[in-house]
């Protein structure tokens, strides 16, 4: 069982920069594969970015050269960099551990935290 808190989120202008914070409790940390997701009203929860131990960072291409992923398997933490921040960036963005273990597939969601960007 893995729990996840988000911290970070906010009210920024766009071009602006907000960092995103997902602490992780439970034991095994390092073997889950670390995603953001987001979920703007009215439309699908959809992967931003994910990164498993030791791997290369995915982003999906609205993000790229934006959003910057990154995690601290000693401190079970999870990070996304958001710079260049635009409108449509804005979404409840959700943290997400997920593995596979024996055949089973074991996923986990955080409460997310709201991002706004609005002049």
């Known amino acids: 069982q893995v729990q996840l808190v988000e911290s970070g989120g906010g009210l920024v202008q766009p071009g602006g920069s907000l960092r995103l914070s997902c602490a992780a409790s439970?034991?095994?940390?390092?073997?889950?594969?670390m995603a953001w997701y987001r979920q703007a009203p009215g439309k699908q929860r959809d992967l931003v970015a994910t990164?498993?131990?030791?791997?290369?960072?995915y982003y999906v291409d609205s993000v790229k050269g934006r959003f910057t992923i990154s995690r601290d398997n000693a401190k079970k933490t999870v990070s996304l960099q958001m710079i260049s921040l635009k409108p449509e960036d804005t979404a409840v963005y959700f943290c997400?551990?997920?593995?596979?273990?024996?055949?089973?597939?074991?996923?986990?969601w955080g409460q997310g935290t709201q991002v706004t960007v609005s002049s």
């Open positions: 997400n551990a997920a593995r596979l273990r024996d055949g089973e597939y074991y996923q986990y």
């Open positions: 439970g034991s095994s940390f390092s073997t889950y594969a």
């Open positions: 990164l498993v131990s030791g791997g290369t960072p």
